[in-house]
């Protein structure tokens, strides 16, 4: 089954990228405009998001958003057959930060969020980062999907961590100098024990893993976003958080990151996964104890 579903895309990879937005372009129409794919969904997310915007200016970021969510699947499969120049052409970052920090022999975390394209993203720091880049991901229900991704995804020595058992995954680099992606936006598997706070001026839960981490290994963290300046071109902007997580209060980090990606999708709103279900849970009393913001609950 596996090669029944890579050799297909092989050799579609193999097409030009002028020809493969054309095939987004079509699947975006069919995909959205025609079923009508999670519709309701990336409405409601952008009307909480940004309701001080009208409904044609929120309709503007759901097309824009639309032709991007398909351009990066279409990009992904790009992946099968490019080369590591490729990456170098369609892809910017400067990775002082994280070289400093290796040339030092520290360990790190990076606290990203769902912006568009992550795959390329991911192959072209795997290409240039001097420790070992661990990403945590979650498994895909299908098999020969997930060993798809996974065999993509590590092709260039990236160390992925399942989000399933991160714990055992974890267990391998405890010693060793290594950098700890994390895309911790996404929503939690329960309302319960996670950091509460203010999202886009709602009460959201966060995962309150990434931030013990980081705090039990006192190790410097490092934020980044995606900037899209052209079809098919990404720039990945870093930003040092701190230097040793350890000595920031409790919930202090969360909300550092809160400001930071919730900025980054105010520049660039069409670049964010809005068709995942991220305002799925409400605000319950019986929460209180979890909350971290520094607004108090009902105050916005």
């Not at 060993?147 to 058992?165: C, D, E, I």
């Not at 055992?168 to 911790?184: D, E, M, Q, Y």
């Not at 996670?194 to 709602?202: A, D, R, S």
Request: hydrophobic share 40%.
């Amino acid at each position: 089954m596996y090669y029944i579903i890579y050799v297909p895309l092989y050799l579609l990879s193999l097409l030009p990228l002028r020809a493969l937005y054309v095939l987004s372009d079509v699947c975006s129409f069919l995909l959205f405009r025609v079923f009508g794919y999670r519709r309701k969904v990336i409405e409601v997310n952008l009307m909480i998001a940004f309701p001080e915007k009208t409904v044609a200016d929120r309709k503007q970021i759901a097309n824009k958003f639309h032709r991007n969510f398909t351009d990066s699947f279409i990009e992904t499969i790009k992946c099968l057959s490019a080369s590591k120049t490729f990456y170098d052409k369609h892809c910017k970052t400067d990775f002082s930060i994280f070289d400093e920090l290796a040339a030092k022999g520290k360990s790190c975390q990076f606290h990203a969020c769902h912006q568009f394209n992550w795959e390329w993203i991911n192959l072209h720091w795997s290409i240039h980062f001097k420790q070992p880049l661990v990403i945590v991901y979650m498994p895909i229900s299908s098999k020969p999907i997930d060993k798809l991704f996974y065999t993509l995804r590590s092709k260039y020595g990236t160390h992925l961590v399942p989000a399933t058992a991160p714990r055992a995954g974890f267990v391998a680099w405890r010693k060793k100098t290594h950098c700890l992606t994390l895309i911790a936006d996404q929503r939690p598997a329960t309302a319960l024990y996670n950091n509460w706070l203010y999202f886009f001026n709602k009460p959201t839960p966060f995962l309150p893993g990434p931030e013990k981490n980081a705090m039990m290994k006192k190790c410097p963290v490092v934020f980044g976003r995606a900037i899209k300046t052209e079809r098919g071109k990404y720039d990945s902007r870093l930003t040092l958080a701190c230097t040793d997580a350890s000595l920031l209060k409790p919930g202090e980090l969360t909300l550092m990151y809160r400001d930071f990606i919730e900025d980054a999708i105010r520049k660039q709103p069409d670049m964010y996964l809005w068709s995942h279900n991220r305002f799925k849970f409400d605000w319950n009393d019986e929460y209180h104890d979890l909350w971290i913001d520094s607004k108090p609950i009902g105050s916005v």
